[in-house]
């Protein structure tokens, strides 16, 4: 299986061809990805090289003459380091444009703390009408790079080499549920799935799944805990916590309980596989279904 960065840059790489009205602008990674983007478009393709507040700029200017910028890199040089740009060069301008990341919160453990972004959702939530989209899959990530690019909104897709196994359809804003149950609502926010679904496998719960997690889908989780216990659990692949505002917002007035599962906000210094970032940060399945079921009783 490919990965989601390998579908974003041949997806966007074909809509560069067939939409006039989209530019790309990278800060280095990923340009040999797209070096074939690069010579057929040199006018709307454009590497700042490791300048992230350039790469910024440079797609707000694009966006302030009507063209649909895509920007990319790693999510701690994207969303962390030029937050000031996106927050004046976009929201403060009152244009909008697509922000692309790799990295997740370790794709790259190797790389340290510099290349990990666990609170890029959070960060990113202190701004005003980013639509957030988290696929958990290749065939997800395309879909909705797709339909960000076809938009005029402000989004934000965060890849990540963390899979499932398979896809869902992706549509707008919304929870899809994928299991029923009474004793309480679990949510998977993209590549968690899996890991909710063996986590959960025999348990009385239903189980949610986000790809799109701003805006939050507040009329589905009240319908959800409508016909269950209203304990809810939302796990997310970013900072433990991300999401728990909204869920309670959505349930103010429902008598409830919410536990956020995520990242942690202790660094951990000791750099690992994937798998063993998702151990360590308790997010495998037999870890899960231990903190899901103490929540729940």
Do not use: C
């Not at 974003?8 to 006039?20: H, K, M, S, W």
């Not at 989004?155 to 499932?164: I, K, T, W």
């Not at 319908?223 to 869920?247: F, H, I, K, N, Q």
């Not at 942690?264 to 596989?273: I, K, M, Q, V």
């Amino acid at each position: 299986m490919d990965t989601m960065r390998d579908r974003f840059i041949a997806t966007t790489t074909r809509l560069l061809d067939d939409d006039p009205r989209l530019a790309l602008v990278l800060a280095d990674i990923s340009t040999d990805g797209f070096r074939q983007a690069l010579r057929r478009h040199p006018e709307r393709v454009i590497n700042v090289g490791i300048r992230e507040q350039l790469l910024i700029g440079v797609g707000g200017g694009m966006a302030l003459t009507g063209m649909r910028p895509i920007m990319h890199t790693f999510a701690s040089f994207l969303v962390e380091r030029p937050f000031e740009q996106v927050k004046l060069d976009f929201g403060h301008q009152g244009v909008h444009g697509v922000l692309v990341s790799a990295g997740g919160s370790y794709d790259w453990p190797a790389g340290g703390f510099t290349h990990m972004s666990p609170g890029d959702v959070a960060l990113m939530d202190t701004l005003d009408g980013w639509s957030v989209h988290v696929p958990g899959h290749p065939d997800e990530a395309e879909a909705l790079v797709r339909q960000a690019a076809a938009g005029d909104g402000s989004d934000y897709v965060r890849l990540s080499v963390h899979a499932n196994a398979s896809a869902h359809p992706v549509g707008g804003a919304g929870l899809t549920p994928l299991r029923e149950g009474s004793r309480g609502v679990v949510v998977a926010v993209g590549p968690m799935l899996d890991n909710v679904l063996a986590a959960t496998e025999g348990l009385d719960v239903t189980v949610l799944y986000a790809t799109t997690i701003r805006p939050f889908d507040g009329e589905t989780l009240r319908r959800a805990v409508a016909g269950a216990r209203p304990d809810v659990v939302l796990v997310e692949p970013y900072l433990a916590g991300t999401s728990t505002a909204a869920a309670n917002d959505a349930l103010a007035e429902v008598p409830h309980r919410v536990l956020g599962l995520g990242i942690g906000r202790r660094e951990l210094r000791r750099y690992g596989s994937v798998d063993e970032h998702l151990a360590g940060q308790g997010l495998d399945p037999a870890a899960l279904r231990a903190r899901i079921t103490a929540f729940l009783g």
